[in-house]
């Protein structure tokens, strides 16, 4: 086990489109994973994609921390895996989710996200994974899988009042 150095924004590493993994199986993918883990619950994140830990493969974690599950269809998940992930959208709805980033510490926005997306992929163990998300779990697969096609939050958004230093949007709130 490792703690792996986090790029932050800035690093061209981040703006990369990553590689498909050939060999998902393979006994480096698992080790990088743990790794990942490991980075990510020091750094108390929800989600961690391989580029940000310098790795131009399409691999990333996520989980549903118990404070930030939506409801009953978006319950808290421990942290999972998806390897060569591919995620689409389910349906037009667009919603405003608040984010964060570990490459962009101590910043947050609210950023316009799709509601509902069906994932697919290939999860830690090597086997196919799929489902629908919506709440924090559907912002989660997008923010992550992003980070895979080199696109950072900031990216995404429409309108940067609605972006801030984290204790102050704390403090006040995000402008609506
Ligand atoms: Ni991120």
Do not use: W
């Not at 050939?22 to 108390?44: F, K, N, Y």
């Not at 964060?100 to 799709?114: F, M, T």
Request: proline fraction near 9%; include cysteine; charge should be negative.
């Amino acid at each position: 086990m490792a703690l792996l150095k986090i790029a932050r924004m800035g690093n061209p590493v981040l703006l990369a489109r990553a590689e498909a993994v050939p060999d998902p199986a393979a006994p480096g993918v698992r080790q990088l994973i743990d790794d990942m883990i490991e980075t990510m619950e020091d750094a108390r994140g929800a989600g961690l994609a391989a580029p940000q830990v310098h790795v131009g493969q399409r691999i990333f974690i996520y989980r549903v921390p118990e404070e930030r599950s939506t409801g009953a269809d978006d319950p808290p998940l421990p942290v999972q895996a998806l390897i060569n992930p591919q995620i689409i959208p389910v349906g037009d709805e667009m919603t405003l989710r608040l984010e964060g980033c570990l490459s962009i510490p101590g910043l947050r926005a609210a950023v316009p996200r799709h509601a509902r997306v069906r994932y697919e992929g290939i999860d830690r163990d090597g086997r196919a994974v799929s489902g629908e998300a919506v709440g924090f779990l559907a912002m989660v697969l997008q923010h992550e899988n992003d980070h895979l096609d080199g696109i950072l939050y900031p990216m995404r958004m429409t309108d940067l009042t609605r972006f801030g230093f984290e204790d102050e949007v704390m403090r006040y709130g995000m402008p609506t």
